[in-house]
């Protein structure tokens, strides 16, 4: 299947610290997108990245792609409390209109 | 102003009841769709509706119905429920398909007993 393997599962860094978390993926993809789910929420879209482009920033946020490695990494610079969550990647393949979501990472911020 | 809404947030019920969780978005999306998320948090498609018209039905059992009456609404009917339909059920929207941001409601967690 398409599904999307996170690593690490788990992640726990003091305040302050950057987190890294990556994505790798198995066939061809249109656009990587990345979501925020707090703890019994909804998901959050934090950004999409598309097949031609490698990386991209918004605000503490960073994503990068690479399609030859079918890989993706979520970069959370200066961590908050508040970034505590589960982080998902989610692929979309030409022609399947829809979205395969990850395994997800659980990322701990400790104040 | 809530942007995707689901009712109810908690549904608890016995084996083989039939059970109907709604859902309501306010974007002017034309795209809706229902997602389960189990207990490894794991979260797999199981339909999609653009303009109430269904395109994707990911090998979900028949018991599942889904239904939308307009654009902003897609309810999702649940026949005989089993010990496995147990877990969080979320609806999304989108403005048109899954290349755009997709919009979370706040999830039902369904316990069936």
């Known amino acids: 299947s398409q599904q999307g393997e996170e690593d690490p599962q788990a992640l726990s860094i003091q305040e302050g610290e950057n987190a890294t978390m990556n994505c790798s993926y198995k066939?061809?993809?249109?656009?990587l997108q990345w979501y925020r789910q707090n703890s019994g929420r909804g998901l959050v879209h934090l950004i999409l990245?598309?097949?031609?482009?490698r990386e991209k920033h918004s605000g503490r946020l960073r994503v990068t792609l690479d399609t030859s490695k079918k890989s993706s990494s979520l970069l959370i610079t200066a961590s908050r409390a508040a970034d505590t969550a589960s982080y998902f990647c989610a692929t979309d393949a030409g022609g399947n209109e829809k979205l395969t979501f990850g395994t997800g990472t659980r990322l701990t911020i400790i104040p | 102003d809530t942007a995707v809404s689901q009712t109810p947030k908690y549904l608890v019920t016995q084996m083989g009841n039939d059970k109907s969780i709604k859902c309501e978005q306010n974007l002017g999306h034309d795209t809706m769709y229902w997602y389960k998320q189990d207990s490894k948090k794991f979260l797999k498609i199981m339909f999609s509706y653009n303009n109430k018209e269904l395109i994707i039905n990911e090998t979900v059992p028949n018991r599942f119905s889904p239904k939308s009456p307009d654009k902003a609404h897609l309810n999702l009917h649940i026949n005989s429920l089993e010990l496995g339909d147990s877990a969080v059920y979320f609806c999304?929207?989108?403005?048109?398909?899954?290349?755009?941001?997709?919009?979370f409601g706040p999830g039902t967690r369904l316990t069936v007993l």
């Open positions: 066939t061809s993809i249109n656009n």
């Open positions: 990245i598309r097949s031609n482009e």
């Open positions: 999304a929207s989108s403005k048109r398909g899954v290349t755009d941001t997709q919009y």
